[in-house]
């Protein structure tokens, strides 16, 4: 299992940025895929972008061209880079982690960090 800790969240208002950091303590961070998932309150939790262990990204629609996902295999952490946000955007945002073959839902989980994007 691999322990993953959310950082970075916080109150921003529409139109501004954030950046969630996610560490991950695990021998060799670089073999695993990354993904954050969020959750609204009274919603389900979906998926808002992942990254491969080769760097592949894929995004959610409704964050495509105002997120990015990156990460850092010498740092052992994924971030997700958050711009001209929306109030929908608010959410507690989960990172997770699966090995190739393996599905984010079945894998690793954080405890999630909250972000609320409000005037």
């Known amino acids: 299992q691999v322990q993953l800790v959310e950082s970075g969240g916080g109150l921003v208002q529409p139109g501004g940025s954030l950046r969630l950091s996610c560490a991950a303590s695990v021998s060799i961070f670089s073999l695993y895929h990354m993904a954050w998932y969020r959750q609204a309150p009274g919603k389900q939790r979906d998926l808002v972008a992942t990254i491969t262990s080769g760097g592949s990204t894929n995004y959610a629609d409704s964050v495509k061209g105002r997120f990015t996902i990156s990460r850092d295999n010498a740092k052992n952490t994924v971030y997700l880079a958050m711009n001209s946000l929306k109030p929908e955007d608010t959410a507690v945002y989960y990172c997770?982690?699966?090995?190739?073959?393996?599905?984010?839902?079945?894998?690793?989980w954080g405890q999630g960090t909250q972000v609320t994007v409000s005037s």
């Open positions: 997770a982690a699966t090995l190739p073959g393996g599905t984010f839902r079945g894998g690793s």
